[in-house]
């Protein structure tokens, strides 16, 4: 059971503070939900009752913030080729609500967005990811959203550069992989 001022974390949704535990009847049922105040003057209701089913839990400490920090300064970890199966997964990670997946797809798919670019989808989900992530780490370290997001964007480049920009190869190499063109010199005879 949490209580009022509790910062808590609702999967798929990031952190966000217990405003008000009120009873309120819903469709003729009658139930105690937690108000909870998320950022952006949003409020979500969560039924009491199933909060831990739905995977409720306090947010992180600062020992496993420092260690989100240093996940997302690691070199990313392989995913599928197949965007579809990449979304699943990615998805999956997400719904968990743990922090350290979520670091994970931050890390995994601004990597991506570097090499080549997203698909609209998987732009949308590194959003969201982002978003889930900072809601948690701000209230954790005490900052504004535009410091942790820096933060983030900081630890991200940093790993970028250290472990993936020799990587990627020249764009001439990538569509001469495809369409090999031969070198025919216009010399005129």
Known sequence: MFNIGDHI????????????????SILGEKQSYYILKMPGEVKVMVPTNKAEEIGVRNIIDKNSANKVFELLEEEKTEMSMNWNKRYRDNM????????YEIADVVRNLSFKQKEKGLS???KKMLSNAKQILVSELVL?????????????EN????????FEIDNIEPVKNIVNKFIPFEETGTSEN
């Not at 949704?13 to 405003?19: K, P, S």
């Not at 999956?92 to 922090?99: L, P, Q, Y």
């Not at 630890?155 to 250290?162: G, H, L, P």
């Open 9 to 24: 974390v609702y999967p798929m949704h990031g952190a966000g503070i217990i405003d008000a535990i009120e009873e309120k």
């Open 140 to 152: 954790v370290e005490n900052s504004s959203p535009d410091e942790i997001e820096g933060l983030i």
């Open 155 to 162: 630890k991200i480049n940093a790993s970028f550069k250290e």
């Open 92 to 99: 999956d990670k997400m719904k968990s609500g743990d922090i």
């Open 120 to 122: 609209t989808g998987e």
